[in-house]
């Protein structure tokens, strides 16, 4: 699913003198429907790896292979289909639409893929569903709790049913009794869906 050969990432120094290299000689192999974890302390890298894996940024250097598709070599058009067809994405900061209501924004990523309203609403409430949050599907987020937000962010994720979840730090912003749970329901779900994820 995912081929990192000799990965670098750097980026310029203020005032354009030199470079920060973040990542060095990064180099794994992931194959489908694995789950995998990242560790290290913060500031080592972990987030600017999901980046370039998620299609976000580019490697300064080395080879990245999703899918079978050399990402490096993809245009801007290509890299944004890529992530809107085989990537979800759960961050920590769980980046819910305010306006929207939980099925909104679980049914963003289709609208972005022009699937009718019907068919949109059908699809996120089967995901929240899956979730357990069907029961919240017309609150928005400010009416929900932390736990409740990113189970709707997971449900964003997945609604594509990517062949790729990125979950960059998605336990960070919680307590620690919710933290617990949801780390139970993101295997879950992991199991549930057969796509491979990385956190």
């Given at each position: 699913?995912?081929v990192?050969e000799?990965v670098c990432?750097?980026y310029?120094?203020?005032g ?8 060095d ?21 972990k987030?600017?790896?999901?980046n ?7 490697p300064?250097?080395?080879?990245y ?5 050399e990402?490096p070599?993809l ?5 944004s289909?890529?992530?809107r067809d ?8 769980f980046?819910?639409l ?14 972005l893929?022009?699937?009718?309203e019907?068919?949109?609403?059908e699809a996120?409430?089967?995901t929240?569903?899956?979730v357990?949050?069907?029961?919240r599907?017309?609150h928005?987020p400010?009416?929900?709790?932390g ?10 994720a997945?609604?594509?049913?990517p062949k790729l979840?990125l ?6 912003a919680l307590?620690?009794?919710t933290?617990m749970n949801?780390?139970?329901e993101?295997l879950?779900i992991?199991?549930?869906?057969g796509?491979?994820a990385?956190?």
């Amino acid at each position: 699913m995912i081929v990192m050969e000799n990965v670098c990432k750097s980026y310029p120094k203020s005032g354009g003198r030199g470079a920060i290299r973040v990542l060095d000689g990064v180099s794994f192999h992931i194959h489908p429907r694995e789950y995998a974890a990242f560790i290290g302390p913060s500031g080592s890298g972990k987030s600017t790896l999901l980046n370039l894996i998620g299609c976000l940024d580019l490697p300064t250097s080395g080879r990245y292979a999703l899918d079978g598709v050399e990402v490096p070599s993809l245009g801007v058009r290509a890299l944004s289909a890529l992530r809107r067809d085989k990537i979800g994405f759960v961050f920590q900061g769980f980046q819910l639409l305010q306006k929207l209501t939980a099925w909104e924004n679980v049914a963003f990523p289709l609208l972005l893929k022009g699937v009718e309203e019907p068919r949109r609403r059908e699809a996120a409430m089967e995901t929240l569903r899956r979730v357990g949050m069907a029961d919240r599907a017309e609150h928005r987020p400010c009416q929900l709790s932390g736990g409740q937000q990113q189970r709707i962010a997971i449900a964003r994720a997945i609604v594509n049913e990517p062949k790729l979840l990125l979950l960059d730090e998605p336990l960070g912003a919680l307590d620690a009794f919710t933290r617990m749970n949801m780390q139970d329901e993101i295997l879950r779900i992991w199991k549930e869906t057969g796509m491979t994820a990385i956190m």
